[in-house]
């Protein structure tokens, strides 16, 4: 017997969605393993929060994370969260993770200063080198 919802991805009928879950089956295991490993740090994320993180589609990430509920690893929590959609999303944590941990700040880099103007002819190189 094969496996079903929520081990593999599902569809509520034929046609576009059961293409659709035919086609992400192959990538939903990894998508879902990444997930749980980005949630077990103790953040408190929506579906489209974790898709940012993961740098996914929320389109593949959404229905990952409502297996994942499904299952029991991801719990909804009251707290929602307004979504690019404009709609107000639950806030998910791991099962495992009680205490709340916040996503690091995001570290930029500065890009190097040039030391002079580039050459506006190649020629010119010769004076800065």
Do not use: C, W
Not at 4 to 30: C, H, L, V
Not at 98 to 111: D, F, G, I, Q, R
Request: without cysteine; glycine residues 6%.
């Amino acid at each position: 017997m094969p496996e079903k919802y929520p081990n593999t991805p599902g569809s509520k009928g034929g046609g576009a969605s059961k293409d659709a879950a035919e086609q992400i089956a192959s990538r939903a295991f990894m998508l879902r393993f990444k997930i749980v490993e980005l949630m077990q740090h103790g953040y408190r994320l929506t579906a489209d929060e974790i898709a940012k993180q993961m740098g996914e589609n929320v389109l593949a990430i959404r229905p990952r994370v409502s297996e994942l509920v499904k299952k029991g690893v991801l719990i909804k929590l009251k707290d929602r969260r307004k979504n690019a959609s404009g709609m107000t999303a639950h806030v998910l944590r791991h099962r495992d993770s009680e205490t709340e941990v916040p996503l690091p700040e995001p570290t930029t880099t500065a890009k190097p200063r040039r030391s002079a103007p580039q050459a506006m002819h190649a020629d010119q190189n010769a004076l800065f080198a």
